[in-house]
Nanobody
C-alpha cells in the first residue's frame, strides 16, 4: 500500500513563511514528477508548483518568486517552501505524484495526498 502524507500546514500571519512536506510511504520504489496543488473554498483546485524527475520546475504566476518546490529522492519527499505569504494563499494544499512505481513492479498514476490546511491571516 502507498500513501502520500502532507504536513507543515497551519496558521500564519501575512508575510510569514511555512514549509510543507509530502512524504511517500509504503511499497514505493520511485516517483517521477511531483506537484503541489491548492484549493480555496468555492474555488477550483489549481496547480501551485511542479517538479519533474529531471528537476525542471513550473510555478503558478501568483507564487513565482515566493514559493520554492524541491524534493529529496532518497526520502521520496517533496517540499514546498512558502515565503511572503498572503491571505489569498489560504487553501488546502495537496501534493500529487504523477506516477509512483512500487517495489513489485507496478505503478500508480496521479496519486494524491489527503491535503493540509494553510491559513494566512491579514
Amino acid at each position: 500500500q502507498v500513501q502520500l502524507v502532507e504536513s507543515g500546514g497551519g496558521l500564519v500571519q501575512a508575510g510569514g513563511s511555512l514549509r510543507l512536506s509530502c512524504a511517500a510511504s509504503g511499497s514505493v520504489r520511485s516517483i517521477n514528477a511531483m506537484a503541489w496543488y491548492r484549493q480555496a473554498p468555492e474555488k477550483q483546485r489549481e496547480l501551485v508548483a511542479a517538479l519533474t524527475s529531471g528537476s525542471s520546475t513550473n510555478y503558478a504566476d501568483s507564487v513565482k518568486g515566493r514559493f520554492t518546490i524541491s524534493r529529496d529522492n532518497a526520502k521520496n519527499t517533496v517540499y514546498l517552501q512558502m515565503n511572503s505569504l498572503k491571505p489569498e494563499d489560504t487553501a488546502v494544499y495537496y501534493c500529487k505524484a504523477e506516477r509512483i512505481w512500487t517495489r513489485d513492479g507496478r505503478y500508480i498514476n496521479n496519486y494524491w495526498g489527503q491535503g493540509t490546511q494553510v491559513t494566512v491571516s491579514s
